[in-house]
């Protein structure tokens, strides 16, 4: 490891020049290969009885209340002369500090910091990565004042946040705690690129080897981030900062109030279909730049670190988000519209299969997010916000085209948004109808009620017929039997049984183990293969331990196409049709005269 060079603020009463932020964050790294680091929080002189100090119980971007404060030891509390001040832990990310008299108070401890995959921090020899949600406390008495945060780190690792720069390489301000808990740093050993688009500056910060390409990264992410007025007016920002994590495991992405984390596997960006699903995660981060961090729901304005904040909204936050991430990539020409369909198709198709769609709306859905575990129960009697929060956004988006002669569509609804319900403010249920009712002339009550605040099977054939289009399967599709279960790593242990599935109605639960089919032993290799010897209709007696007993039940076969469900060309679309398609995703007819993409 590299020595540590800390960074020592030294101030001076006749330096009035100087601007002096009222808290002041320390964190310098201790043994970095065990995930341990100490933090010093000063805060300025308080006349209370007590200081509450507190660590967020949630993290931005993830509707879930976790452990943070657990990975907190050694926490003590001194006053302006050094004394130790005595605490009290008052709830699980709270401590109170009792005061004699009026002072300023030093707050320290040590941190672990090995949550990479939650995006919450993470330090080891090569980098730290520090979400403050899960790194820096706070003081809700001092909330809303200036911060500084100083670094003391390794001499060859550099620094980067969406913050505004400090006075040293590694440290940075911000205006109050709400900016520090939505800009996280990464600090290490990264690979840097800076680039514009539209006139505003962009940093790509890589930490991590893998099969990327850096230089094809920034190429797309520069036509990606120029896509924005595509939906909205203007940038809630000057700089943003993509951060990637190329790691051995850990995936996902979060969006912050001027930046991303991205994480994917270390070897997930050389193969299209792989890269693909990089730059449709930077999308999905970057559109939430003004769909969630420059509005959003009342329920989540402001942030309450320290409690849930529910809305029926959020699937206009998550769902939405996911709607228009491949419209940018298409328009910007990262995406083809073969990709572009593919995924529209799969969304189709995996709808489908998820029965919770004809129990749970998304409102309801939203409503329930921060209790959402998702596996077996979920798919059978949960909404997904993301997955069909896409789909009413697709409904909805439709139905302002054909309302308006496609003058206007769901992208007017968003600009609306952005334009008058901008943070601090909130927007609720009835400010979206009133921007439905602005941007169609007509009445979305009825169309809200029967789409967000009921469980809703959506007629695709219908809805996609308006832009010349139709779902099918591809030419090769052929009839297969259908059992409806999903095995569990490798055995024959159900992980899930769809309700009302052939398997479900002859009584099979989540969690038997099936043993054989017609009295023959079935492995969990061969277990598709067993099931294509039969056709749909035929009833076959299945095998099974149900709580370490041995039953037989009888199991008649459902029917379901074989491959994946394609979306292709009516014959012979009309003008209308090709030009509803093209108010709706921005691009010129892309299919040939028979009906297939044009190759590109």
Same mark, same amino acid.
Request: glycine share 6%; charged share 20%; aromatic share 10%.
């Given at each position: 490891?590299?020595?540590?060079?800390?960074?020592?603020?030294?101030?001076?009463?006749?330096?009035?020049?100087?601007?002096?932020?009222?808290?002041?964050? @320390?964190?310098?790294?201790?043994?970095?290969?065990?995930?341990?680091?100490?933090?010093?929080?000063?805060?300025?002189?308080?006349?209370?009885?007590?200081?509450?100090?507190?660590?967020?119980?949630?993290?931005?971007?993830?509707?879930?209340?976790?452990?943070?404060?657990?990975?907190?030891?050694?926490?003590?509390?001194?006053?302006?002369?050094?004394?130790?001040?005595?605490?009290?832990? %008052?709830?699980?990310?709270?401590?109170?500090?009792?005061?004699?008299?009026?002072?300023?108070?030093?707050?320290?401890?040590?941190?672990?910091?090995?949550?990479?995959?939650?995006?919450?921090?993470?330090?080891?020899?090569?980098?730290?990565?520090?979400?403050?949600?899960?790194?820096?406390?706070?003081?809700?008495?001092?909330?809303?004042?200036? /911060?500084?945060?100083?670094?003391?780190?390794?001499?060859? &690792?550099?620094?980067?946040?969406?913050?505004?720069?400090?006075?040293?390489?590694?440290?940075?301000?911000?205006?109050?705690?709400?900016?520090?808990?939505?800009?996280?740093?990464? %600090? =290490?050993?990264?690979?840097?690129?800076?680039?514009?688009?539209?006139?505003?500056?962009?940093?790509?910060?890589?930490?991590?080897?893998?099969?990327?390409?850096?230089?094809?990264?920034?190429?797309?992410?520069?036509?990606?981030?120029?896509?924005?007025?595509? /939906?909205?007016?203007?940038?809630?920002?000057?700089?943003?900062?993509?951060?990637?994590?190329?790691?051995?495991?850990?995936?996902?992405?979060?969006?912050?109030?001027?930046?991303?984390?991205?994480?994917?596997?270390?070897?997930?960006?050389?193969?299209?279909?792989?890269?693909?699903?990089?730059?449709? %995660?930077?999308?999905?981060?970057?559109?939430?730049?003004?769909?969630?961090?420059?509005?959003?729901?009342?329920?989540?304005?402001?942030?309450?670190?320290?409690?849930?904040?529910?809305?029926?909204?959020?699937?206009?936050?998550? =769902?939405?988000?996911?709607?228009?991430?491949?419209?940018?990539?298409?328009?910007?020409?990262?995406?083809?519209?073969?990709?572009?369909?593919?995924?529209?198709?799969?969304?189709?198709?995996?709808?489908?299969?998820?029965?919770?769609?004809?129990?749970?709306?998304? $409102?309801?859905?939203?409503?329930?997010?921060?209790?959402?575990?998702?596996?077996?129960? $979920?798919?059978?009697?949960?909404?997904?916000?993301?997955?069909?929060?896409?789909?009413?956004?697709?409904?909805?988006?439709?139905?302002?085209?054909?309302?308006?002669?496609? $003058?206007?569509?769901?992208?007017?609804?968003?600009?609306?948004?952005?334009?008058?319900?901008?943070?601090?403010?909130?927007?609720?249920?009835?400010?979206?109808?009133?921007?439905?009712?602005?941007?169609?002339?007509?009445?979305?009550?009825?169309?809200?009620?029967?789409?967000?605040?009921?469980?809703?099977?959506?007629?695709?054939?219908?809805?996609?017929?308006?832009?010349?289009?139709?779902?099918?399967?591809?030419?090769?599709?052929?009839?297969?039997?259908?059992?409806?279960?999903?095995?569990?790593?490798?055995?024959?242990?159900?992980?899930?049984?769809?309700?009302?599935?052939?398997? &479900?109605?002859?009584?099979?639960?989540?969690?038997?183990?099936?043993?054989?089919?017609?009295?023959?032993?079935? @492995?969990?290799?061969?277990?598709?293969?067993?099931?294509?010897?039969?056709?749909? =209709?035929?009833?076959?007696?299945?095998?099974?331990?149900?709580?370490?007993?041995?039953?037989?039940?009888?199991?008649?076969?459902?029917?379901?196409?074989?491959?994946?469900?394609?979306?292709?060309?009516?014959?012979?679309?009309?003008?209308?049709?090709?030009?509803?398609?093209?108010? &709706? /995703? =921005?691009?010129?007819?892309?299919?040939?005269?028979?009906?297939?993409?044009?190759?590109?």
């Amino acid at each position: 490891m590299k020595p540590v060079v800390p960074l020592i603020l030294t101030f001076s009463t006749f330096m009035s020049s100087m601007v002096v932020a009222d808290v002041d964050y @320390t964190i310098n790294l201790l043994n970095p290969e065990h995930h341990l680091a100490n933090v010093e929080v000063s805060f300025p002189q308080t006349k209370s009885a007590a200081l509450v100090v507190n660590l967020p119980v949630w993290r931005t971007g993830k509707y879930q209340v976790l452990p943070l404060a657990d990975s907190v030891r050694l926490f003590t509390a001194k006053d302006a002369d050094g004394r130790t001040l005595p605490w009290t832990r %008052t709830a699980s990310g709270e401590w109170t500090v009792a005061l004699e008299k009026p002072t300023s108070v030093t707050v320290s401890y040590q941190l672990y910091a090995n949550k990479l995959g939650q995006r919450v921090n993470h330090i080891d020899a090569s980098h730290a990565f520090l979400d403050a949600s899960g790194t820096f406390v706070y003081s809700p008495e001092f909330k809303h004042e200036p /911060i500084k945060v100083t670094l003391a780190v390794p001499s060859d &690792w550099n620094s980067y946040s969406g913050m505004d720069k400090g006075e040293h390489k590694h440290s940075f301000t911000a205006s109050n705690y709400d900016i520090l808990v939505d800009s996280p740093i990464e %600090t =290490g050993i990264s690979q840097h690129r800076e680039f514009t688009a539209d006139d505003k500056q962009y940093e790509l910060v890589v930490w991590g080897e893998g099969n990327y390409d850096i230089d094809k990264m920034v190429e797309d992410l520069t036509k990606l981030s120029g896509q924005a007025e595509v /939906i909205w007016d203007d940038y809630p920002f000057d700089r943003y900062v993509y951060m990637v994590h190329a790691t051995s495991g850990a995936r996902g992405a979060t969006e912050h109030l001027n930046s991303t984390i991205i994480q994917r596997p270390r070897f997930s960006y050389r193969d299209a279909k792989d890269y693909l699903g990089f730059i449709k %995660t930077a999308s999905h981060e970057f559109i939430h730049t003004w769909n969630v961090k420059a509005y959003r729901p009342e329920g989540l304005v402001p942030y309450d670190y320290q409690h849930e904040g529910i809305t029926e909204l959020l699937w206009i936050s998550e =769902g939405s988000t996911s709607y228009f991430q491949s419209q940018l990539l298409l328009r910007a020409g990262v995406m083809t519209a073969e990709e572009f369909f593919e995924d529209l198709a799969k969304r189709i198709e995996q709808s489908g299969k998820t029965p919770g769609r004809e129990i749970q709306s998304v $409102a309801s859905a939203s409503a329930n997010q921060w209790v959402s575990t998702g596996g077996d129960y $979920a798919a059978n009697h949960s909404t997904n916000i993301y997955s069909e929060g896409f789909l009413t956004s697709l409904a909805l988006d439709f139905s302002l085209l054909d309302e308006t002669d496609l $003058a206007h569509s769901y992208r007017d609804v968003h600009r609306e948004l952005y334009k008058s319900h901008r943070i601090p403010a909130g927007f609720t249920v009835a400010d979206v109808k009133n921007i439905l009712h602005k941007v169609s002339g007509t009445s979305y009550d009825n169309w809200w009620q029967e789409h967000v605040n009921t469980p809703v099977t959506l007629d695709f054939d219908r809805l996609l017929k308006q832009a010349g289009l139709v779902v099918g399967y591809g030419d090769d599709a052929k009839s297969e039997p259908y059992v409806g279960i999903t095995l569990a790593n490798d055995s024959l242990v159900l992980s899930r049984v769809l309700r009302n599935a052939p398997a &479900w109605n002859a009584g099979i639960v989540l969690g038997d183990e099936i043993v054989a089919i017609n009295g023959l032993k079935v @492995t969990a290799a061969g277990f598709e293969a067993r099931i294509k010897d039969f056709k749909a =209709g035929d009833t076959i007696n299945v095998t099974l331990f149900s709580n370490d007993k041995l039953k037989e039940v009888s199991l008649t076969l459902g029917e379901q196409k074989s491959g994946k469900q394609t979306i292709s060309s009516v014959e012979k679309p009309s003008r209308a049709q090709k030009a509803f398609l093209k108010a &709706w /995703i =921005g691009i010129d007819w892309p299919f040939e005269k028979d009906g297939k993409l044009i190759a590109k």
